[in-house]
């Protein structure tokens, strides 16, 4: 996506007038979100292959495994936190669950720490 000099100074105005991202902010934060992700996704696979594999083989006892799921839960957590698509759920089901959960277990933190930017944003225009 490829964008004029005069789009590129009005989305700097943008950014520092109000304290937000700017379009080229907010396509960088997408590029790396979409890395990590497909990396969160390359390495969870790979770890759950492997203990399960040799589980399956006989090289690791019911026991071992067992530390193993527990190694690998406390590291990656839940795939989808707080939902399952094994319910027949639709998309939007899964993400009002995830939500529900996220804000259960976690509180508004996110939605204090938005107010605190937006606060921000306003003192200092």
């Not at 040799?54 to 026991?63: C, I, S």
């Amino acid at each position: 996506m490829k964008s004029t000099k005069a789009q590129q100074m009005t989305d700097q105005e943008d950014h520092d007038r109000a304290g937000t991202m700017s379009v080229k902010d907010m396509q960088g934060w997408l590029q790396e979100e979409l890395r990590d992700s497909a990396k969160a996704h390359e390495l969870r696979d790979k770890d759950a292959t492997e203990f399960v594999t040799a589980y399956a083989e006989g090289k690791l006892t019911p026991e071992e495994v067992s530390q193993r799921l527990y190694e690998y839960d406390r590291r990656w957590g839940e795939a989808l936190y707080g939902a399952s698509t094994s319910a027949g759920l639709s998309d939007e089901e899964i993400l009002r669950r995830i939500d529900e959960a996220r804000d259960e277990a976690f509180g508004n933190r996110t939605h204090r720490l938005a107010d605190e930017s937006l606060k921000k944003s306003d003192r200092s225009r």
